[in-house]
């Protein structure tokens, strides 16, 4: 690993396609299904191989966001970023479902400078300062990923579940927080909220370091964006899309590329 | 068993027709572990679409400072699906404090709270306990409601619950 700390954690941070490893990237909540007059979350978030175990980079939580069940923003206390994680906590003040949210847009650019190959990632507004003008081969990619993670307290709710209409975003059917082993679970993925048809969506059980194989699933949206999963088993799971486009909205980017990551917890019956 | 019906019931049976009964005898069992908690326990009757028919009984820590208790009441986590986050605790009728080792017996009665009056049909005495660094046992007794003649039910619990047994009456 001869990448500095930070170029590969902003490049993880923009979910780029920055080299072939396939690193995951995740938000492990402490709980998923609260009880009681006073709940807290604790949630460890980072970038790895192995889910979930943090051996690899902390996730940034610049971009963080945890949306209370109505609607409002809550705040992510206790911040922290260490050497292979962050951790975050949030205080339950309310019954229903909160979201954590860590959402990312991106430009990344590729090109010749003088023969030699440069890597740039940034903002729209920072690409013409910084990128020159005369750049040879240049290729622009917009990147634009969602991680996300659920949690509730009492009787699951659906304020947290709107899309924004923006991106590839998950719009359950099945709720997130009432997932129970050997059950199907549905659920549509929508992309700048319209139904995203023919996407591949993987599907891996945590605990990954204690057994040989993968074990993951892998399913694909149909016509409406939906897709169904039956889980084999109660445990935490990491679930990924990805698709491309050439929707951009920066026009110096020719492809869009638009990533949904999500944790959830699947309990026994 | 008998001598349990609650009199206000046994006092409203002249002149009226008699309202049937249904008691659960749940045993907690003595267990040699090193740190020891009494279990939460739900009890609950279940239709055949695994709805919650009536809730009857849930024991957790009550006596905690804050309702801090309830926070280990997801722990039924069968209960805690189906009807328990839904409810505000303590609830009336239903909640109550943890009970020590031994036999413990619940007597409804139809048409009274918590039990209700129930749909003729098929359902099952549904009773989970978790126990604070133990274990989760759920088990379930079948009957039929309202009862034509005495009938009684019983399973064994392996772990947490010792014997659960049902009487319905009519």
Known sequence: ?269 | MRTLIPVAVTGLMVGQVQAADLAVRIEIPRLNVAEYHRPYVAVWVEGPDQKVAANLAVWYDVKLKNDEGTKWLKDLRQWWRRSGRELTMPADGISGATRPVGEHQIVFSDGKAPLGKLAEGKYELVVEAAREVGGRELLRIPFQWPPRAPEKGEVRGQHELGRVALETKP
Not at chain 1, 99 to 104: I, T, Y
Not at chain 1, 148 to 176: C, N, Q, S, Y
Not at chain 1, 188 to 200: S, T
């Open chain 1, 1 to 269: 690993m001869k990448m500095s700390l930070k170029w590969a954690a902003l490049a993880l941070a923009f979910s780029l396609p920055l080299s072939a490893q396939a690193h995951r990237m995740w938000m492990l909540p402490s709980a998923t299904v609260l009880s009681g007059a006073d709940p807290w979350v604790t949630v460890d978030a980072a970038v790895s191989n192995d889910l979930f175990y943090f051996e690899h980079f902390p996730l940034q939580l610049n971009n963080l966001s945890v949306t209370a069940p109505d609607g409002a923003a809550a705040k992510a206390e206790n911040p922290s970023t260490g050497r292979y994680r962050s951790t975050f906590d949030v205080h339950l003040t309310q019954t229903g479902t909160y979201k954590m949210a860590v959402v990312n847009n991106g430009v990344f650019a590729s090109y010749k400078e003088n023969g030699k190959n440069k890597r740039w990632r940034g903002t729209p507004e920072k690409f013409a300062q910084e990128v020159p003008a005369d750049a040879q081969d240049l290729r622009v990619t917009q990147a634009n990923s969602r991680l996300e993670t659920f949690v509730t307290v009492g009787k699951p709710t659906d304020t947290v579940l709107k899309p924004t209409g923006v991106g590839l975003e998950l719009a359950p059917i099945t709720h997130p927080n009432d997932l129970f082993a050997k059950e199907e679970a549905s659920f549509r993925l929508l992309l700048d909220g319209k139904p995203a048809a023919g996407i591949e969506v993987s599907i891996v059980p945590g605990g990954i370091r204690y057994r040989d194989q993968l074990h993951e699933m892998k399913t694909r949206t149909d016509a409406d964006g939906k897709f169904t999963v039956t889980w084999p088993e109660p445990g935490m799971y990491w679930l990924e899309a990805e698709t491309k486009d050439d929707k951009t909205t920066f026009d110096k980017a020719k492809e869009r590329r638009s990533s949904y990551i999500a944790t959830f917890e699947v309990l026994p019956e």
